[in-house]
C-alpha cells in the first residue's frame, strides 16, 4: 500500500478542517482528490507529506508510520505544494543541484538532474534564471524537484493552476507519462483533467468523505439510473416553487431561469403542466447525459 489514511482528524480551534477521513490509494494508482475550496483538501495533504501533524488518527506511506518516521518516509515523497514555492533568483540546474544536496544525492546528482529536465521537458530552459520562466516551466521546474529524489509516491495539488490551455495540456501529458511508474495523488478543479489522468477520485466536503470510486463508476454515488433535464423558463424561478414537483431529487440553478433537474424518471411532462399552471414560459426542456461537473456539483453543493 502507497498511502494508508486512517481515521485522520485535523482541527485548526474550533474549526474541524478534517472529520475521520480514511482511505488507501495503492501502489501504481493515479487517484484525484477532489473538493470545493476550503473542503480540507491541501489539509489532506500536508498531512500526508508531513508539513502538518494531524490532530488523531495515523497516515503511513509506503508502510511506514507519518508521524515516527519522519525522515524516512519522506525519501519516498515527491511533492508539489499549491503555490509552488521556487527561489526564482536561482538558475534551473543550480535550484535542482540545491534540492539534490537536500536530498544528498551525492554521485548522482548530475545524472539525476539531467534525467528530470529531459523528462519535464525542461532542456530548452535550464539554463536561465527561474524567474525569467514562464509560468507553465514553473511548473515544470516544481515537478522536477518533485521528480529528483527518484520518489515512489507524488502529491501534487493543483499542478496546472493558473496555466493557459496549453501549459494545461503539456503538463497534464507529463503527469500522464510519470505516473505509468508512480502512485499519483492529485489535486484539480479541472473535471477533464480527472478524466484524462486519474483511475479513481476521491471527494471530499466539509471534511468528510462524499465518495471514492473509479472514475468509470463515479455516476453511481450520484445520479445513477436518474435523468437529468435541462430546463430553460423565459422568466425567472423560484427555487422552493420548482421543487414542489415530488418526483425532483435535486435541482441546480444554472442561472434565475435555467435549471438542471435531477429525477428518478422522465418528467418533462409533470414539468410542462407546472409550468402551465404557474404561467411560466419554457424555452428548452430536454434529457441530457451527467458529466463529472455536474456530479461534482451535486455531491459537494
Not at 498531512?47 to 497516515?59: A, E, F, M, W
Amino acid at each position: 500500500m502507497s498511502i494508508s489514511v486512517n481515521k485522520i482528524t485535523r482541527t485548526f480551534g474550533a474549526q474541524k478542517a478534517l472529520n475521520n477521513i480514511s482511505f488507501e490509494i495503492e501502489a501504481g494508482e493515479v487517484v484525484g482528490f477532489l473538493g470545493p475550496n476550503g473542503a480540507g483538501k491541501s489539509t489532506m495533504m500536508k498531512i500526508i507529506t508531513g508539513y502538518l501533524p494531524q490532530s488523531s488518527g495515523i497516515v503511513k506511506v509506503c508502510g511506514m508510520d507519518v508521524a515516527s518516521n519522519s525522515l524516512e518516509y519522506r525519501k519516498k515523497i515527491g511533492y508539489l505544494p499549491e503555490h509552488n514555492p521556487l527561489y526564482l533568483d536561482m538558475y534551473v540546474k543550480e535550484y535542482l543541484k540545491h534540492i539534490a544536496g537536500i536530498y544528498k544525492l551525492g554521485k548522482q546528482s548530475k545524472s539525476k538532474i539531467e534525467e528530470v529536465i529531459s523528462i519535464t521537458g525542461l532542456t530548452p530552459e535550464s539554463t536561465k534564471k527561474i524567474k525569467s520562466l514562464s509560468k507553465g516551466y514553473r511548473q515544470r521546474v516544481g515537478l522536477a524537484q518533485a521528480l529528483l529524489p527518484d520518489p515512489e509516491v507524488l502529491i501534487l495539488d493543483e499542478p496546472t493552476t493558473g496555466l493557459d490551455p496549453n501549459q494545461i495540456v503539456e503538463v497534464r501529458d507529463l503527469i500522464k507519462r510519470v505516473g505509468e511508474q508512480k502512485t499519483i495523488m492529485l489535486s484539480t478543479h479541472i473535471m477533464q483533467e480527472v478524466q484524462a489522468i486519474c483511475e479513481r477520485v476521491i471527494i471530499i466536503k466539509k471534511g468528510e468523505i462524499v465518495a471514492n470510486e473509479k472514475t468509470s463508476n463515479l455516476s453511481k454515488v450520484s445520479s445513477h439510473n436518474k435523468h437529468v433535464i435541462n430546463c430553460e423558463f423565459i422568466s425567472k424561478i423560484d427555487q422552493e416553487a420548482i421543487k414542489s414537483i415530488q418526483e425532483i431529487s435535486h435541482v441546480d440553478f444554472i442561472s434565475d431561469n435555467h435549471l438542471k433537474i435531477i429525477a428518478d424518471s422522465d418528467i418533462r411532462e409533470k414539468i410542462y403542466d407546472w409550468s402551465v399552471i404557474n404561467n411560466k414560459k419554457i424555452i428548452t426542456l430536454n434529457i441530457e447525459q451527467q458529466n463529472m461537473e455536474d456530479i461534482f456539483r451535486e455531491l459537494t453543493s
